[in-house]
């Protein structure tokens, strides 16, 4: 993005000290303004100054992209992806955060060519929120953006002086009136002068319709055969960048470096990131006025050269893909050729990406069985079950392969469960269980059916059956991780916190840090609720002791390896917290979570769940230091936090209820008896049982404002 922007960059001094501003005190700024109007060119400005990101400038841009939330969050990830190498994880853009967050200063990323509206949760993906505040991220859209949650700085047309900057003094103040200030039109106007007199030009502009269409004609007359031929490829494919190699196919080595060199002489094409862009107004122009051609020959010529094109570069192999998507819908292809440019795309890692190509290819190839269980397992990811389920219903029987018609019923008998027909499921199961790799899905069915003991005896008999073979580690940890679910969900919290922390310790090698196992393993952990409550931890006073221990010797060892902003380290900080707190060490607690407390706050989205397990924490801590101002609204972001991950009758959710409703009571505040009477009225007894315990060691003796009937109804009574 930095490219010709930089050498030709003139004025925008204020819009460049808004956009400094916007940067450094939200983290996040929209640039908005019509095409060709100079955002992209104010964003590489910007980005320019390399003393002020030194973790880096990262641009990617969404051209192609439709405005679908959820494919602009995916197109922003493939993007990624290719910038970063390719790395083979599952999930980029986490991968990216944690890259950023380990930086000792602040990063850029600038995410251009948004084609749709501004929403907070698109904001918040785009803008990488993970990543916390050492990423300032540049959004940059030709639409509207009211109401965005993020500074918006409207780019408008060039003032007198900066115009003057790019025309000359001596072509005059007309020429800039009548092209409108537009930086891409002045710049072409420049051009135009070497051939004109400003009162010839101005003469011509004040005629033309579109000053700015008269322009570009201008360039396009003097413009060679080949460089009209990148134009119109340009003009019938995606407005992604044109990667320098598929060019070199489509034109030969010196053909396509001629071509671009004239291109970007004419101002016609600018360098990113190492292909070429033709703006938006100069495509739509090309595609308008350059001579006719026969454009389905050429859309077959670009096809070629977009399915032959090497792979071996990511970024560029990520642009061919973005063209081969667009060319992929094009009527007038053979079918062979357009089943090669959706099988090309297929190979990218986003799913949200390739699963309108998946679904192409599934009513092209309605009877080969590989092609429909590829689709199926898409559809799954993306969440698309009853599509997944009619693509596997259609590829078991059609299966002739042993491993593919396993592979086929397997899927199916996963996704019937997900979607609740579980009876047509367990025939399948029958079936699949005396296959090899088959235990742990169907143990995991029998968790999903609510059949704990089942499911228990069945796994720790699986575990006791691997052994600690190395050949055989993931798969033990995998079932590990799966007893923990069923221990959770069986209300065993203590024995699945401690199972899960075995788990993230067993993966404590330098080879195995960063394991997709272990950030599952910190996700099981923060989902096992805090049992029993603090302060009374009883006879699993062991249990804790033992955590408490793990947990502190794998934060220190993460914070070592990975940093301590790492999300794995700060999870397991809060985790470590929270044992301690269990076992009855509230001011060792407070201490280990007032060392975290920025960055948890900075790394976490507040409905992360380590997030809100954190606040519940600082809650306590706040409390017992009588700062009940402080701890109320830790206990409603705690709240809000577990209710929208786990639901209004969730025991961590009525706790941290109950929590705020103290709070409230200490401090005078509205709302309190309402929060308390919905505990009341839904609380479990698993609620009940030591919740006097678990207030008065948050608020000590400041709980004689607290009722006492509300107290007898709370805390269970002894039996007679």
């Known amino acids: 993005m930095l490219g010709i922007f930089l050498r030709v960059f003139i004025g925008r001094r204020t819009e460049l000290r808004e956009l400094r501003t916007a940067l450094t005190e939200s983290g996040v700024c929209v640039l908005t303004g019509p095409p060709g109007i100079g955002k992209s060119a104010l964003a590489a400005a910007y980005a320019a100054d390399g003393g002020a990101h030194p973790g880096g400038v990262w641009s990617v841009s969404l051209s192609g992209s439709s405005a679908d939330p959820g494919e602009m969050a995916a197109t922003l990830a493939a993007g990624l992806r290719a910038r970063m190498g390719n790395p083979q994880v599952a999930d980029v853009v986490e991968v990216f955060a944690e890259q950023v967050a380990a930086e000792p200063g602040p990063s850029l990323l600038i995410v251009d060519d948004i084609p749709g509206g501004h929403t907070d949760d698109l904001v918040d993906w785009l803008s990488v929120r993970p990543a916390g505040r050492r990423l300032r991220t540049v959004l940059i859209t030709s639409r509207g953006v009211p109401g965005v949650p993020a500074p918006v700085l409207e780019i408008g047309p060039m003032t007198g002086d900066d115009a003057t900057g790019i025309l000359g003094a001596d072509a005059g103040t007309d020429i800039a009136e009548l092209v409108g200030g537009h930086p891409l039109a002045l710049r072409l106007a420049t051009l135009a002068l070497r051939k004109h007199s400003p009162a010839d030009l101005a003469d011509r502009l004040a005629t033309a319709d579109s000053p700015l269409t008269m322009l570009l004609r201008d360039r396009f007359d003097g413009l060679g055969e080949t460089a009209c031929r990148v134009l119109r490829f340009s003009a019938l494919s995606s407005p992604a960048a044109l990667p320098p190699g598929m060019l070199r196919l489509l034109l030969g080595r010196p053909g396509a470096e001629e071509a671009i060199e004239e291109l970007h002489r004419e101002l016609l094409a600018n360098p990113v990131d190492g292909a070429w862009q033709v703006p938006s107004l100069v495509r739509d122009a090309a595609r308008q006025h350059l001579p006719p051609v026969d454009w389905t020959a050429l ?147 029998r968790r999903l059916r609510g059949r704990h003991d089942e499911a228990r005896q069945g796994l720790t008999e699986l575990i006791d059956r691997l052994g600690i073979r190395q050949a055989v580690f993931d798969q033990v940890q995998l079932a590990q991780l799966e007893l923990a679910r069923n221990e959770i969900e069986d209300d065993a919290h203590p024995a699945a916190r401690r199972r899960a922390v075995a788990v993230v310790a067993a993966h404590a090698y330098p080879s195995l840090n960063d394991h997709v196992t272990v950030a599952e393993a910190v996700r099981v952990l923060i989902d096992a609720r805090l049992t029993p409550p603090p302060a009374d931890p009883g006879q699993d006073r062991p249990i804790w002791a033992e955590t408490a221990r793990e947990l502190h010797r794998l934060r220190e060892r993460y914070a070592g390896s990975h940093g301590p902003r790492h999300s794995l380290t700060l999870a397991l900080a809060v985790a470590h917290a929270e044992a301690l707190t269990a076992l009855g060490k509230p001011g060792e607690a407070r201490q280990k979570l007032d060392a975290v407390r920025d960055d948890v706050r900075d790394r976490f989205a507040t409905v992360h769940p380590a997030r809100f397990r954190a606040e519940l924490m600082f809650g306590f801590t706040a409390a017992r230091s009588r700062r009940n101002e402080d701890a109320a609204e830790h206990f409603e972001q705690a709240f809000h936090g577990f209710r929208a991950a786990l639901g209004d009758t969730h025991p961590n959710t009525l706790r941290a209820e109950l929590a705020l409703g103290v709070a409230l009571k200490l401090t005078g505040r509205r709302g309190a008896a309402k929060h308390m009477l919905h505990v009341l009225r839904r609380a479990p007894g698993s609620v009940g049982i030591g919740t006097d315990l678990f207030l008065q060691s948050a608020f000590g003796s400041g709980l004689s404002v607290f009722p006492s009937w509300l107290w007898r109804r709370l805390t269970p009574q002894p039996r007679e």
Request: net charge negative.
């Open 299 to 445: 859309a077959r010529r670009l096809a070629d050269a977009v399915i032959d094109h090497p792979w071996s570069d990511p970024a560029e192999s990520f642009l061919v893909n973005r063209h081969a998507a667009r060319l992929a819908g094009r009527p007038d292809l053979p079918a062979a050729i357009v089943d090669r440019l959706h099988r090309r795309v297929t190979t990218l890692r986003e799913p949200l990406l390739t699963l309108p190509h998946h679904r192409a290819l599934a009513e092209r190839h309605f009877d080969d069985p590989a092609v429909l269980v590829d689709a199926a397992e898409t559809m799954r990811v993306c969440g698309e079950a009853e599509e997944a389920r009619d693509c596997a219903e259609r590829a078991v029987p059609l299966a002739t392969d042993p491993a593919l018609r396993h592979r086929a019923r397997l899927l199916l008998a996963e996704v019937l469960d997900e979607l609740g027909e579980t009876g047509r499921a367990d025939h399948l199961w029958t079936l699949l269980t005396s296959a090899n790799g088959t235990a742990l899905p169907y143990l995991r069915s």
